[in-house]
């Protein structure tokens, strides 16, 4: 299977801090990646330089063979590459229909008035929202604005789509229904990154696994291969040396 995006030695530095450290990995068309690795060790770093949040400062990133890196995010977007945030961002002063339409207006291929209205009713009513289309997000629940933020990335009908521990902060029916509904995006063939921290939703979903920490990349593979790796043990546990 061909890659659809491929990510290039990219790295990112702050100063004397480097945050992301020369990583490359390319994404397979259809392909669900796990992004994981402890915290600070750089995953939602990488998502900014792929959507165009950030710039690297070196490397580059292509998305069907069009370089991303350096461009503006709005030009990434209008590429084909939609995220979601560790931290949800709404338009609070507008209703749920209204928030997904911006997705649909700012889309690959842009749709407007009842065409966008339409859509954003049918997303709205994906991700659980059926009915509710007329509601301030503002008063709306953590997981319905998170799913709010979901069907307007959605919007956009991406060729990727960059999750970022969408899942983080629900309680345990609210993580099924939010593990089913990636499920049911991986099943319709899109190509999704999942920075995740939830492990149960990393061995259920993900086709593979990149592993990062303190900026590197410290293993790439099989799902259950990249958690046995005493490496990637390590990063998470610690040594029991410097315990």
């Given at each position: 299977?061909?890659?659809?995006?491929?990510?290039?030695?990219?790295?990112r530095?702050?100063?004397?801090l480097?945050?992301?450290?020369d990583?490359?990995?390319d994404?397979?068309?259809?392909?669900?990646?796990?992004?994981i690795g402890?915290?600070?060790s750089?995953?939602t770093?990488?998502?900014?330089?792929?959507?165009?949040?950030?710039?690297?400062?070196?490397g580059?990133?292509?998305?069907?063979?069009?370089?991303?890196?350096?461009?503006?995010?709005?030009?990434?977007?209008?590429?084909?590459?939609?995220?979601?945030?560790?931290?949800?961002?709404?338009?609070?002063?507008?209703?749920?229909?209204?928030?997904?339409?911006?997705?649909?207006?700012?889309a690959?291929?842009r749709?407007?008035?009842?065409?966008?209205?339409a859509?954003a009713?049918?997303?709205?009513?994906?991700v659980?929202?059926?009915?509710?289309?007329?509601?301030?997000?503002?008063?709306?629940?953590?997981?319905?604005?998170?799913?709010?933020?979901?069907?307007r990335?959605l919007?956009?009908?991406?060729?990727?789509?960059?999750?970022?521990?969408?899942?983080?902060?629900?309680?345990?029916?609210?993580?099924?229904?939010?593990?089913a509904?990636?499920?049911?995006?991986r099943?319709?063939?899109?190509?999704?990154i999942?920075?995740e921290?939830?492990m149960?939703?990393?061995?259920?979903l993900?086709?593979?696994?990149?592993?990062?920490?303190?900026?590197?990349?410290i293993?790439?593979g099989?799902?259950?291969?990249?958690?046995?790796?005493?490496?990637?043990?390590?990063?998470?546990?610690?040594?029991?040396?410097?315990?």
């Amino acid at each position: 299977m061909n890659a659809i995006l491929s990510v290039d030695h990219a790295r990112r530095t702050f100063g004397g801090l480097i945050a992301v450290n020369d990583v490359s990995f390319d994404v397979r068309e259809g392909e669900l990646l796990g992004l994981i690795g402890p915290n600070g060790s750089g995953k939602t770093t990488m998502l900014n330089l792929i959507s165009g949040a950030l710039k690297p400062t070196a490397g580059e990133i292509r998305l069907k063979g069009e370089r991303l890196s350096g461009r503006s995010a709005h030009h990434i977007a209008r590429q084909g590459v939609a995220r979601t945030f560790q931290l949800v961002r709404i338009l609070p002063s507008m209703t749920a229909e209204e928030n997904v339409m911006a997705g649909a207006v700012f889309a690959r291929n842009r749709l407007w008035g009842s065409d966008a209205r339409a859509l954003a009713r049918t997303l709205l009513a994906r991700v659980g929202l059926e009915g509710r289309a007329d509601m301030a997000v503002s008063a709306m629940t953590y997981i319905d604005q998170k799913r709010i933020e979901l069907a307007r990335a959605l919007a956009s009908d991406p060729r990727v789509l960059l999750l970022d521990e969408w899942l983080a902060g629900l309680n345990p029916t609210e993580l099924k229904i939010g593990i089913a509904l990636i499920d049911d995006l991986r099943r319709e063939g899109r190509t999704i990154i999942m920075v995740e921290h939830v492990m149960d939703a990393i061995r259920t979903l993900c086709d593979r696994c990149v592993v990062m920490n303190t900026g590197s990349k410290i293993a790439e593979g099989d799902v259950a291969e990249v958690l046995a790796d005493p490496q990637v043990v390590r990063a998470y546990l610690g040594d029991d040396e410097d315990a």
